[in-house]
């Protein structure tokens, strides 16, 4: 995936590989601290530089974000930096933990999933499925749409931060989230239209690598030959700031899940099984496949980085 020669010296990849599995286990274990990840001083920020800036001018606008984005990235660079000698690095690896952890979701992914596929009702399940689309978006209840919008989450909330954690330590998984916070978020509704295109266009290039190196651990933990076809004909070898090609190879590898539980079912049906059709209701089989999926690849991710670590340390 990423090179070791890759890691900034602000974030060896062995701490970033200790500060993924604490914040892994600390979503596990205290669910309840997602509610510290809140962004309205960055909606201040936004609204402050505005009106000094001069509100209405897309110049002044693009200035705004940029200075509500910069000045908090490079004062944690400088105090991750300033504390990555003290006490063998301990300090620094805390607050890259901190940091990382503010920065992951803001929501919990799996919560989000597992609260539509338990749904009772039609109404409570877009109630629950609105929590995976962008604000301003119809949740869309069509397996193959839920599929999209878990891997297109997953990405903004879990690959896409980590990989910048990995590549330019705190700073880089605070401004990702602070780019993304400008699109969909609530700071972004403090931006002219002007501006968030601009936003919009940066997250898409901030997102494209990470989408291909979802595609790839999808590839190798999925079904190889259905997602190489699938990210092909959506353009995936195309340098294009746009991950279709990751939604696409998402629905091809759920479908062949589908297709071989279906047949798994089929040859264990007894008369007194419910038939394959009642089942995949009951249970949303796309959406708990399409989560396995998410974790499948993150475990993949981390495997990788593991291997990079050792292979530093042997070295």
């Given at each position: ?19 993924v ?28 530089l ?21 000045v908090?990235?490079?004062?944690i ?36 999933v ?21 604000p301003?978006?119809?949740p ?9 919008a ?17 590549l ?48 790839f ?12 076809g ?19 190879a ?5 479908r ?39 974790w ?20």
């Open positions: 995936m990423i090179g070791a020669s890759l890691a900034t010296p602000e974030m060896p990849m062995s701490a970033a590989l200790i500060a599995v604490v914040v892994l286990l600390l979503m596990r274990a205290a669910p309840s601290l997602v509610k510290i990840r809140r962004f309205a001083w960055f909606s201040q920020a936004l609204s402050a505005g009106a000094r800036l001069g509100e209405g001018s897309h110049a002044a606008g693009h200035a705004a974000l940029a200075v509500a984005v910069v908090p990235v490079v004062l660079a400088a105090v991750h930096n300033a504390l990555e000698n003290d006490v063998f690095g301990l300090p620094a690896l805390l607050l890259g933990i901190g940091v990382l952890f503010y920065a992951w979701g803001p929501r919990d992914l799996e919560h989000d597992e609260a539509v596929a338990d749904a009772s009702d039609t109404r409570q399940r877009r109630e629950a499925a609105a929590h995976l689309w962008p301003g978006h119809t869309v209840l069509a397996g193959g749409a839920l599929v999209e878990v891997f297109r989450c997953a990405l903004r909330r879990q690959f896409a931060v980590l990989l910048w954690f990995v330019l330590g705190p700073a880089g998984a605070l401004g990702y989230r602070l780019i993304e916070r400008s699109v969909d978020g609530e700071p972004g509704s403090r931006l002219a239209d002007a501006t968030r295109r601009v936003a919009r266009r940066v997250l898409a290039w901030l997102d494209w690598p990470a989408a291909q190196l979802i595609v651990a999808l590839a190798l933990v999925g079904h190889f030959d259905a997602v190489l699938a990210w092909r004909r959506a353009g995936g070898a195309s340098l294009r700031p746009d991950h279709g090609f990751l939604t696409a998402a629905r091809a590898s759920v062949c899940e589908l297709d071989e539980d279906r047949a798994d079912a089929l040859d264990d049906e007894s008369p007194d099984s419910p038939p394959p059709a009642t089942l995949a209701a009951r249970e949303a089989p796309e959406l708990r496949d399409a989560l396995g999926l998410v499948r690849c993150l475990l993949a991710w981390l495997a990788a980085l593991a291997l990079f670590v050792i292979g530093g340390w042997v070295s």
